[in-house]
């Protein structure tokens, strides 16, 4: 099994950022995948997740409203968009296959700055 | 501040055991199953314990997991070198309408 996200990036405040998650090596529509991300020094947060089955979402209460989390099932890929970026947001961002699963993709950088 | 909590830190020498306690409520891990991670610098999470204390393959048996009540425990035998990571537990927790939830981890140093 492989989770593979997309580079870097490099945002302006107020902008959105869309990440992808590539999976290979197991049935795409068999899992949910998650969104969770850790800032420089803290520890990690769940935003929220995609259920590959039939494509319902569920996500944090704190990112009500700017989160996106969709999928393309032919490409097995799953996308998770933030908006309204604030410096705060700046933070590695992974995808993560159903928990008991272990297995998470190698994080994706986001920078937001001016 | 996490909803689960954990000592900041803990430490042991080279072949001793360490315990990693985090504590919930009745709403995450007096209810839920109970996750554990090890997070070595510019790494994702590696999974240790799922299911309170089921370990994935090829997680060595030194670490165990365990739960009692609303708190879980991780412990690390025969500590080694390589543990020196940060471990988080976390939990599904049912308040604001249902979410995933880290603890704020705890960094192991092998002394």
């Known amino acids: 099994v492989h989770l593979v996200q997309s580079g870097a990036e490099l945002k302006k405040p107020g902008a959105s950022v869309k990440v992808s998650c590539k999976t290979s090596?197991?049935?795409?529509?068999?899992?949910?995948l998650h969104w969770v991300r850790q800032a420089p020094g803290q520890s990690l947060e769940w935003m929220g997740y995609?259920?590959?089955?039939?494509?319902?979402?569920k996500y944090s209460q704190r990112f009500q409203g700017r989160l996106t989390i969709t999928m393309d099932t032919p490409a097995n890929t799953a996308y998770m968009e933030l908006s309204s970026l604030t410096s705060e947001d700046a933070a590695v961002y992974y995808c993560?296959?159903?928990?008991?699963?272990?297995?998470w993709g190698q994080g994706t950088q986001v920078t937001v700055s001016s | 501040q996490s909803v689960l909590t954990q000592p900041p830190s803990a430490s042991g020498t080279p072949g001793q055991r360490v315990t990693i306690s985090c504590s919930g409520s009745?709403?995450?891990?007096?209810?839920?199953?109970v996750y554990w991670y090890q997070q070595l610098p510019g790494t994702a999470p590696k999974l240790l314990i799922y299911?309170?204390?089921q370990r994935p393959a090829g997680v060595p048996d030194r670490f165990s997991g365990s739960k009692s009540g609303t708190s879980a425990s991780l412990a690390i035998s025969g500590l080694r070198s390589e543990d020196e990571a940060d471990y988080y537990c976390?939990?599904?927790?049912?308040?604001?309408?249902?979410?995933?939830?880290f603890g704020a981890g705890t960094k192991v140093t092998v002394l």
């Open positions: 993560a296959r159903d928990w008991s699963t272990g297995d």
């Open positions: 009745t709403s995450n891990i007096g209810s839920k199953d």
């Open positions: 299911g309170n204390y």
């Open positions: 090596g197991y049935i795409f529509t068999r899992n949910a």
């Open positions: 995609i259920n590959a089955a039939n494509g319902n979402t």
């Open positions: 976390a939990a599904w927790d049912d308040s604001l309408s249902g979410r995933f939830v």
